[in-house]
């Protein structure tokens, strides 16, 4: 069942009522306030803007993730990174992420494209409010040719969005958070959206109820 949201409400139905595919809602906004409350139940939004700027949220009951110890790093990508020809950076430049995260390749022109600028507006506030973090990569000429952002919360990462200008260089941005969470006690990381690639990264499926009871977990 999909249901509409109340505009003056905030407030997410039960995510076991949703369809098959996650879509639970439709209607609200994309306040920081109803932002933060619907990842706080493992809900996101995610619609084509193009079509329409009526959010949709999702919340498969099915969750792909990522567990930072987990992630695996192979022999290619370790002498990528024992070469030193890219330096990683966190928080230094969010917004140029998620507009490289929009536009590159052309994504925004894409069919079903869903970051538009409503959702940047959004989650550019929730990054000055804390909420959001980016990890980038810098080539040694000084631009940005990869990275990735995503939302914080409960020291867990719900992924968002990455992107690559130069080859490998989204998978230096996951592998250089999946390390800094190992160091600052971070749980998981929340793919969303199953993939190959990210399956070979070390990602796995684990149920809702689970990610919810890691999501809670206060340690």
Known sequence: MIFKLPPNELIFPD?????????????????????????????????????SNIPLWYCPLQRFVIFP????ISHS?????????????INSDFDHVIENCSYNKGRNQAQGAWLGDDMKVAYKKLHQMGYATSI?????????????????????FMGESMFSQEPNTSKLALIALAKYMQRT????IDCQIPS???????????????YMDILNRTE
């Open 136 to 156: 980038e990569v810098w080539n040694q000429q000084g631009s940005l040719v990869g990275g990735l952002y995503g939302v914080v919360l409960s020291k867990c």
């Open 185 to 188: 006690g971070g749980k998981m």
């Open 69 to 72: 110890r987990e992630i695996h």
């Open 77 to 89: 990508m370790r002498t990528l990174i024992n070469q030193n020809v890219y330096h990683i950076t």
């Open 15 to 51: 995510p076991h009522m949703g369809e098959k595919d996650g879509l639970l809602a439709i209607g609200g906004d994309l306040s920081v306030e109803r932002l933060l409350l619907a990842y706080s139940h493992g809900i996101f939004p995610w619609y084509s803007f193009q079509d």
């Open 196 to 210: 190959a690639h990210l399956a070979s990264m070390g990602g796995r499926t684990i149920s809702y109820n689970k």
